[in-house]
């Protein structure tokens, strides 16, 4: 049945696939646009502007919409705690304040599965939905990430029905994490951590669209689903698959001790802190703890509940970067 949507986040990285795909099943799409630009972005993509703006979300009104799609959110790998939860939590909250008011039915929350991940850097071993989160997370992101979607799971209610879904490292041609690794690896910047050698789960960017569309109409309100890849990887194969696009080779990368790097990280921010630098470090405890570590999910709930396949396989979204 179509349905109206709003979809924010909607000119970024996820949002830019998703909106053709809703459009293309019939649905009437409405997309959050905070400027100009944003406004052409999202048009070209089939979606109707909506004005607004997630940092500054304290008069947010919508129209009458039948569901909200919530992929939008501050991501950085450093930099000062507050604009995270001004943007990831009372965003949010506003978000779903003014979902309810337009009388959207359905409300999904594109969270993280980092969520899950400890200050102390324990590994993380096919963790279901029963892991405790950490909205207090030395990470703003993470933080943020984990206490959004806490708002966004409390507020389920009996004709208000709102769901989380948490991607394990989002990748894809476009994303910032595949374009940068290459390029760093070819510069001599990159280094493992611990060679790479530990299971690691990811979700191609196409496989959370599938995810999203499905919770549409499916799934249990009030609770997160993790959703993965069909197939499983080691971090170091991930990246030895991303290198070998263009060309490069992994065998000469160096590898430091999770400690090591942990700690060079604070000392980078801290120096970026004290130089007032506009951008992240190239190396920060966030990015460290995020991909330094094993770190695999279960995502057999989301293949119960909401009828999740994967359809994207590792070998197709590869290709999809040649082509």
């Keep these: 049945m179509s349905k109206k949507i709003l979809v924010t986040g909607g000119s970024g990285f996820l949002g830019s696939r998703l909106i053709p795909e809703l459009v293309r099943e019939g649905h009437e799409v409405f997309a959050l646009a905070r400027s100009a630009s944003s406004d052409e972005k999202v048009r070209a993509l089939g979606a109707t502007p909506v004005r607004g703006d997630l940092e500054h979300a304290e008069q947010l009104s919508l129209p009458a919409m039948d569901a909200v799609i919530h992929a939008a959110a501050r991501f950085r790998f450093a ?166 696009l263009q060309g490069l080779s992994i065998e000469k990368v160096r590898s430091i001790p999770y400690r090591l790097a942990f700690t060079l990280g604070r000392l980078m921010e801290i120096g970026a802190t004290l130089v007032r630098s506009a951008g992240d470090p190239p190396l920060t405890r966030s990015m460290i703890r995020m991909i330094g570590r094993e770190m695999t999910t279960s995502d057999a709930a989301a293949r119960r509940d909401l009828g999740y396949v994967g359809n994207m396989s590792r070998a197709d979204g590869l290709a999809a970067y040649r082509a």
């Excluded at 990470?139 to 991607?167: C, D, M």
């Excluded at 196409?206 to 799934?219: F, R, S, T, W, Y």
């Excluded at 997160?224 to 991930?238: G, K, L, P």
């Design 79 to 244: 930099g000062p705690r507050e604009p995270y939860f001004r943007t990831n939590v009372t965003g949010t909250r506003a978000l779903l304040a003014a979902a309810e008011a337009s009388e959207a039915k359905t409300f999904v929350y594109v969270s993280a599965a980092g969520v899950i991940m400890d200050d102390r850097g324990s590994p993380i071993r096919g963790a279901d939905e029963t892991a405790r989160t950490y909205p207090n997370s030395f990470s703003g992101y993470l933080a943020s990430k984990a206490q959004g979607e806490a708002a966004v799971l409390a507020a389920n209610k009996p004709g208000f029905r709102t769901i989380a879904l948490r991607p394990s490292a989002i990748w894809g041609p476009g994303d910032p994490f595949s374009r940068e690794i290459p390029g760093a690896i070819g510069s001599g910047r990159f280094a493992f951590i611990n060679r790479g050698d530990y299971p690691f789960s990811t979700c191609h960017a196409d496989n959370v669209v599938e995810a999203v569309q499905l919770a549409l109409d499916h799934g249990t309100g009030g609770r997160a689903y993790f959703v993965n890849d069909r197939e499983a990887t080691t971090f170091r194969d991930f990246i030895a698959q991303l290198a070998a």
